[in-house]
């Protein structure tokens, strides 16, 4: 199979093992991976293979400001991968695609690139569709992201821990990625709804728990068969997560810019 650009782009960050690169390219074995990176110049050796000491991995989580990013993601579109070796974020906004990658590399001392996925034709149950283009941005540390797996998926789907504290940091990076302004101006509806899809109704209750607790009033509501947070206290929720982090989320934020 034909090795593409964007792949060849993957295999120039030296900070990946050959194991790392294959958690990122599953489709290519270790071995494929280990060829291709010595026909192009990019062997991999003990300095740049982005191996951390216990300590220097516990250290870069110890970091509030790194580990409210990757928790709030969580609670979002973000995922760690099955062997607990990466942290990925898919997103269709460019900007926000870098800004949450330039973050990353910059807590973790890494330098990951956000990969692009152009749209393509896809099946699904009721025909033919074409997917979005988008971006995915990825952390690699087997050290972080090996106890973080065992924590967030100890049964092999993603739960809300039970020792979770919410931060404005967690609570911007999730409604970033998994909330909605919902504007009906005809009805003076103006509502924000922070998407729990993946989670079960007893976690649902336990993020509305923590919500209380920073003093944001909540009430759960069903949506074709789905637990959905909403914020009773709109500007108190956006005024307490901060600022929108990049352009494209300005409308998200459109009930304070306009105040």
Request: proline share 3%; glycine share 6%.
């Amino acid at each position: 199979m034909k090795w593409l650009e964007d792949e060849i782009c993957v295999l120039k960050n030296r900070d990946l093992t050959h194991q790392e690169l294959h958690d990122l390219l599953p489709h290519r074995s270790v071995e494929a991976i280990r060829r291709k990176s010595y026909q192009h110049g990019l062997q991999r050796t003990m300095k740049s293979s982005g191996h951390l000491t216990d300590d220097e991995a516990q250290s870069i989580w110890d970091n509030p400001e790194f580990r409210e990013m990757i928790e709030g993601h969580l609670l979002g579109d973000g995922c760690i991968d099955h062997k607990g070796h990466a942290f990925r974020l898919g997103t269709s906004n460019k900007d926000y695609a870098n800004f949450v990658q330039d973050k990353l590399n910059t807590l973790s001392g890494k330098n990951n690139t956000a990969s692009y996925h152009p749209p393509v034709k896809k099946m699904w149950k009721t025909g033919e569709y074409i997917s979005r283009e988008c971006w995915t941005v990825v952390c690699c540390c087997k050290g972080i992201f090996g106890q973080q797996r065992e924590r967030w998926y100890p049964k092999g789907y993603k739960i809300v821990p039970r020792d979770l504290v919410l931060t404005p940091t967690m609570c911007n990076r999730w409604y970033c990625d998994d909330g909605c302004l919902v504007v009906m101006e005809k009805y003076g509806v103006y509502r924000i709804e922070l998407c729990t899809d993946s989670f079960t109704l007893s976690e649902v209750k336990y993020l509305q728990q923590l919500l209380t607790t920073v003093g944001i009033t909540t009430r759960i509501h069903l949506s074709k068969g789905k637990h959905r947070i909403i914020t009773c206290g709109k500007e108190k929720f956006l005024r307490y997560a901060g600022a929108a982090p990049v352009d494209s989320f300005d409308y998200k934020w459109r009930l304070v810019n306009e105040t």
